[in-house]
């Protein structure tokens, strides 16, 4: 059974995924973030706002000038980056299990409400999934011995150097990931020469990026109004406010729904393992989730998107207490912790119109990123949701601030990617 099983529950299972893609693909713009990643392929222009995300949106204007509309580019953009970082995450997780449950726990993480969430709605947040990915599968190739490794280490150059590129956001959430591996590195030269030559290379792309902008005048200044506009939003920034409370409450909630199979895993059968090897991705892994979640949860809290980059390191603190030897039950419970949240991604649905604020913040936390919103390209913020019930009272002065700017935004979209009306 394990052979057959093994041998047909990853193609299987792709098909499902694919036919799942297809069924949520969002016919029209979801997802209206101000980073303009759609006008900026539409207009051929190459940075969106800082820091840049500049590679994504060199591979959806890769898409539009082969013939694909903006919004469908994009689109295509996340998702050839899901499937690159799902390939990658399968690599890493056979660094340690056998291939059923390798299999198994990529499947998990393929069907993550997070992950199809992001697929098919056009985000750079859908790079976290590969980059991260393979920033922990460089690592965990690294010698353990003393000897300079040029192949490795380069290997780990690259990793870091496409992790800065695509969101140097991302990039500065695995600071402590970084100074861990650097510690278990910290004897061979070859690692910090190849480190230093991917430090040359961000800060190049990084310069140019900014070039792009405009210049570091023009850079700093659009920064500082992203700063600004997030502030009302962050515990870091503002304390803890009615908003930032609320801020962290759903970082926590998506997080635990995106990776609920892996922190099954993680508590039910919690041991360190005795090989020093899997100790240590064990160690990778658990810090390359809590802290980017701490970053998320203190600071760039706004949508699911962001929590996308703490998966691969559940994923990897998973397979390093599954080493140990899995008890069957914990697969049991894995199954319906991967099963549970993808049955609330396809079948609630958002109270319409909201009549209470309760109503409209559960529209807004979970109710909003569903399958059915996806599919009606019905995205509304909560403050567009008490909008909606006729609760502009409850809607705070930043947020509606923010809506009017919003809906500027809405208008673009729609003369790039008019709705189809009877």
Same mark, same amino acid.
């Given at each position: 059974?394990?052979?057959?099983?093994?041998?047909?529950?990853?193609?299987?299972?792709?098909?499902?995924?694919?036919?799942?893609?297809?069924?949520?693909?969002?016919?029209?713009?979801?997802?209206?973030?101000?980073?303009?990643?759609?006008?900026?392929?539409?207009?051929?222009?190459?940075?969106?706002?800082?820091?840049?995300?500049?590679?994504?949106?060199?591979?959806?204007?890769?898409?539009?000038?082969?013939?694909?509309?903006?919004?469908?580019?994009?689109?295509?953009?996340?998702?050839?980056?899901?499937?690159?970082?799902?390939?990658?995450?399968?690599?890493?997780?056979?660094?340690?299990?056998?291939?059923?449950? /390798?299999?198994? #726990?990529?499947?998990?993480?393929?069907? =993550?409400? @997070?992950? !199809?969430?992001?697929?098919?709605?056009? *985000? +750079?947040?859908?790079?976290?999934?590969?980059?991260?990915?393979?920033?922990?599968?460089?690592?965990?190739?690294?010698?353990?011995?003393?000897?300079?490794?040029?192949?490795?280490?380069?290997?780990?150059?690259?990793?870091?150097?496409?992790?800065?590129?695509?969101?140097?956001?991302?990039?500065?959430?695995?600071?402590?990931?970084?100074?861990?591996?650097?510690?278990?590195?910290?004897?061979?030269?070859?690692?910090?020469?190849?480190?230093?030559?991917?430090?040359?290379?961000?800060?190049?792309?990084?310069?140019?990026?900014?070039?792009?902008?405009?210049?570091?005048?023009?850079?700093?200044?659009? /920064?500082?109004? #992203?700063?600004?506009?997030?502030?009302? =939003?962050? @515990?870091? !920034?503002?304390?803890?406010?009615?908003? *930032? +409370?609320?801020?962290?409450?759903?970082?926590?909630?998506?997080?635990?729904?995106?990776?609920?199979?892996?922190?099954?895993?993680?508590?039910?059968?919690?041991?360190?393992?005795?090989?020093?090897?899997?100790?240590?991705?064990?160690?990778?892994?658990?810090?390359?989730?809590?802290?980017?979640?701490?970053?998320?949860?203190?600071?760039?809290?706004?949508?699911?998107?962001?929590?996308?980059?703490?998966?691969?390191?559940?994923?990897?603190?998973?397979?390093?207490?599954?080493?140990?030897?899995?008890?069957?039950?914990?697969?049991?419970?894995?199954?319906?912790?991967?099963?549970?949240?993808?049955?609330?991604?396809?079948?609630?649905?958002?109270?319409?119109?909201?009549?209470?604020?309760?109503?409209?913040?559960?529209?807004?936390?979970?109710?909003?990123?569903?399958?059915?919103?996806?599919?009606?390209?019905?995205?509304?913020?909560?403050?567009?949701?008490?909008?909606?019930?006729?609760?502009?009272?409850?809607?705070?002065?930043?947020?509606?601030?923010?809506?009017?700017?919003?809906?500027?935004?809405?208008?673009?979209?729609?003369?790039?990617?008019?709705?189809?009306?009877?």
């Amino acid at each position: 059974m394990s052979t057959t099983m093994q041998r047909w529950l990853l193609p299987a299972g792709a098909f499902l995924w694919v036919a799942l893609v297809a069924y949520l693909w969002s016919p029209r713009h979801y997802w209206p973030d101000a980073d303009g990643y759609l006008l900026h392929v539409a207009e051929g222009r190459w940075v969106a706002h800082p820091p840049g995300y500049a590679l994504f949106v060199i591979i959806g204007r890769f898409f539009h000038a082969i013939g694909c509309p903006p919004y469908l580019s994009v689109q295509l953009a996340s998702l050839s980056l899901t499937i690159a970082g799902l390939g990658v995450l399968y690599r890493l997780l056979r660094e340690f299990l056998v291939p059923l449950a /390798a299999q198994a #726990m990529t499947l998990a993480a393929a069907f =993550s409400w @997070v992950v !199809l969430l992001n697929v098919q709605t056009g *985000t +750079s947040h859908a790079s976290d999934l590969f980059t991260v990915s393979l920033l922990l599968f460089a690592a965990v190739r690294l010698p353990c011995s003393g000897a300079n490794a040029w192949g490795p280490d380069l290997v780990f150059a690259m990793a870091l150097f496409l992790c800065a590129a695509f969101r140097l956001t991302t990039f500065l959430m695995m600071g402590p990931l970084l100074l861990l591996i650097a510690w278990s590195n910290k004897g061979r030269l070859s690692f910090w020469s190849s480190c230093l030559i991917a430090a040359g290379a961000v800060a190049l792309w990084q310069g140019w990026v900014i070039a792009q902008s405009g210049g570091y005048a023009a850079y700093s200044a659009s /920064a500082e109004v #992203m700063n600004t506009g997030n502030r009302p =939003s962050s @515990v870091i !920034l503002s304390g803890f406010t009615p908003t *930032t +409370s609320l801020n962290m409450i759903r970082a926590l909630l998506w997080t635990t729904m995106g990776i609920l199979p892996f922190l099954i895993m993680l508590v039910a059968q919690w041991r360190e393992p005795c090989q020093s090897a899997v100790r240590k991705a064990l160690f990778y892994g658990l810090t390359a989730l809590l802290f980017p979640l701490l970053g998320v949860t203190l600071y760039l809290c706004t949508h699911p998107g962001y929590v996308v980059c703490t998966l691969p390191g559940a994923a990897l603190a998973a397979a390093g207490v599954a080493t140990a030897g899995v008890a069957r039950l914990t697969w049991k419970l894995f199954g319906v912790a991967a099963l549970v949240p993808l049955a609330v991604f396809l079948f609630v649905s958002p109270f319409l119109p909201p009549v209470s604020k309760w109503q409209a913040v559960a529209n807004g936390i979970l109710l909003q990123y569903s399958a059915s919103c996806s599919r009606e390209a019905m995205f509304n913020t909560t403050a567009r949701w008490l909008r909606l019930g006729g609760l502009s009272e409850e809607i705070p002065a930043h947020r509606a601030l923010d809506l009017e700017t919003e809906d500027k935004w809405r208008e673009q979209f729609e003369k790039l990617n008019p709705s189809k009306t009877d």
